[in-house]
């Protein structure tokens, strides 16, 4: 299957509220938010976040699209207030459907974060957070070269498990740091 990965524009707050509970639905412990609460906002915020999305100097959201416009995939960037220096990848979903497979489509997805936030901000590092139950999502991670930062924090959602902390390896040359 033929998909187009790019980066949303201003108005696609509702294919991107569409997107985002889907992926709530499907995967309710991937994500630090519930889908109840995700449902409950009002369109206003939407129509930020697809703003904010699509225009912003150091925040985007990258979408795979099939050829008929279906959004099928999604993976958000953007820096961690709270640690200096530091990016992270967020809200990472591709359909059910569309996982796996030579299209690679999860890979490409995020290569768009990843080339993104390298070429337009000043971050030193970017990581993730991890399920500790998501075999899955922790497999694809170190497939595409994060390695574990010895990082380990309770999970919003759940404070008796754990979010592991992933950092891209070669993200930025060690000298450029
Ligand atoms: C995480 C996600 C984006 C990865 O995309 P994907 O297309 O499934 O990734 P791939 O199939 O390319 O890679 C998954 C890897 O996990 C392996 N895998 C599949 N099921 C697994 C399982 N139950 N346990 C362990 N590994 C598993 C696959 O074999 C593959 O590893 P390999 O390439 O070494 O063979 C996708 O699965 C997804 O959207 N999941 C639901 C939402 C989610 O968990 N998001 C991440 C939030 S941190």
Not at 119 to 142: I, K, S
Request: proline residues 6%; positive net charge.
């Amino acid at each position: 299957m033929t998909y187009v990965v790019r980066r949303t524009a201003p108005g696609e707050w509702r294919e991107l509220r569409a997107l985002r509970l889907e992926a709530l639905r499907d995967s309710p412990t991937a994500f630090g938010v519930t889908y109840a609460d995700a449902a409950a906002l009002p369109d206003e915020d939407w129509r930020q976040q697809a703003e904010l999305n699509a225009t912003s100097a150091t925040s985007a959201m990258f979408v795979a699209a099939t050829v008929d416009g279906h959004w099928v995939g999604m993976t958000g960037c953007a820096p961690l207030p709270d640690v200096p220096g530091t990016s992270c990848l967020h809200g990472v979903y591709v359909a059910p459907a569309h996982r796996g497979g030579q299209a690679g489509l999860a890979a490409r997805l995020m290569d768009a974060g990843i080339r993104w936030t390298r070429d337009n901000t000043d971050a030193a590092w970017l990581t993730l957070g991890v399920h500790e139950d998501n075999q899955r999502a922790l497999a694809f991670y170190r497939r595409i070269g994060f390695t574990a930062t010895g990082k380990i924090v309770p999970y919003r959602l759940d404070p008796a498990k754990k979010l592991h902390i992933l950092g891209l390896e070669n993200f930025r040359p060690a000298a450029a740091r």
